[in-house]
């Protein structure tokens, strides 16, 4: 399996003057944390689409790591969107089916990776999703609710997001061609109307985003003994 991990955020909600993946939790970059958990799923091969000028830092991260996969460095773009579209032109040709995860999100584990992996075999996209626990208000540009979602059919997307390649760039070039701008690429598909799976997430499956995020992690990843 194959995967493409969009790392070439600037951390703007970090309140950080630089990536945010190199920030240390529990001693270590935030972008390590995520790497070790796909080296111990069934991952081969990895993609990491980061800006150039992290690129001696995330090099000294990899050989630290000394990582038993195949890894490449990838050019990212001025949005996650675009990062992951410059991602899908830099996959192997043999790669027929990709899973996306954020950098950010460095408490997946192997596990769900592996269950991401196994299901795309399955259908043509998925996301890792867990099921809301707050009501969820729709509000307009006033601050006034507009309406109240029924929660049962509610799910706050994760990624690993999984999908078939080729389908996958077809519709990153639709939403090229349509600007539109999305902020998860299961969104894409949603609009070529390409059905999109839901595999149950991990409430610790975290997108680190602002400091706060970063005591949870350490906290996580203390209560997991690491
Ligand atoms: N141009 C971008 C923007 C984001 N990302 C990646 O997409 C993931 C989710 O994005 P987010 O958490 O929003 O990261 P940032 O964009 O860095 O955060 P912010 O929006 O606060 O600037 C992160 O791993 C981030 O590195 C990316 O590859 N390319
Ligand atoms: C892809 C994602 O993690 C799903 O919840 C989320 O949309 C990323 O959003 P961000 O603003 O790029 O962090």
């Given amino acids: 399996m194959y995967l493409l991990i969009p790392a070439a ?3 703007k909600r970090m309140g950080s003057n630089r990536n945010k993946l190199l920030l240390e939790v529990r001693s270590q970059p935030i972008i ?45 773009g001025s949005t996650r969107q675009e990062s992951v579209y410059n991602g899908l032109q830099a996959l192997p040709a043999a790669a027929e089916q990709v899973l996306i995860h954020d950098g950010a999100r460095c408490l997946v584990t192997p596990d769900l990776l592996n269950s991401c992996a196994q299901a795309i075999r399955q259908c043509l996209g998925l996301i890792a999703a867990v099921p809301v626990k707050d009501t969820i208000k729709v509000v307009d540009e006033n601050g006034i609710i507009q309406s109240t979602p029924d929660r049962q059919r509610l799910w706050a997307a994760q990624t690993p997001q999984g999908f078939h390649v080729k ?25 070529c109307g390409i059905e999109v799976r839901i595999i149950e997430g991990e409430e610790t499956n975290l997108k680190v985003t602002t400091p706060q995020d ?3 992690a350490e906290f996580i990843l203390s209560s997991r003994g690491l």
């Fill in 214 to 216: 970063l005591a949870i």
């Fill in 9 to 11: 955020g600037i951390g």
């Fill in 167 to 191: 389908l996958l760039k077809q519709c990153h070039a639709e939403g090229l061609r349509q600007g539109w701008e999305v902020t998860d690429d299961a969104a894409l598909f949603e609009r």
């Fill in 32 to 76: 390590a944390w995520t790497l070790k958990a796909a080296a111990a799923s069934s991952i081969e091969w990895i993609g990491i689409i980061s800006q150039p000028t992290d690129w001696a830092d995330f090099k000294t991260i990899l050989a630290d790591l000394k990582l038993n996969k195949r890894v490449e460095l990838i050019v990212g």
